[in-house]
């Protein structure tokens, strides 16, 4: 069975940080693209990093900067280092994990607010 747990989200106020985990299990870790998504209310879900086995990495344009996505493929692991948070950054993120299948995991809300 295949489960993503993520951690980490909470309230935060502007430019404040927060880091995100995604914990894995059931999956050869190290084969899949990892990816956090963000979905806030009324819109659609949207990629905001990924990153490769190897550790190639990809940013939303609204994010590079200030996010930093890493993974420890020892410990099934994915993060998200948030930094200089924005109202507009307020959603639950999600994490991905992609091969020859997609798994989700049940997402986590990050508030942004003074």
């Known amino acids: 069975q295949v489960t993503l747990v993520e951690s980490g989200g909470g309230l935060v106020q502007p430019g404040g940080s927060l880091r995100l985990s995604c914990s894995a299990s059931g999956i050869f870790f190290g084969l899949y693209l990892m990816g956090w998504y963000r979905q806030a209310p009324g819109k659609q879900r949207e990629l905001v990093a990924a990153i490769l086995s190897a550790g190639n990495t990809n940013y939303a344009d609204s994010v590079k900067g200030r996010f930093t996505i890493s993974r420890d493929n020892t410990k099934n692991q994915v993060y998200l280092q948030m930094n200089s948070l924005k109202p507009e950054d307020t959603a639950v993120y999600y994490c991905?994990?992609?091969?020859?299948?997609?798994?989700w995991g049940q997402g986590t809300q990050v508030t942004v607010s003074s």
């Open positions: 991905r994990a992609s091969l020859n299948e997609d798994y």
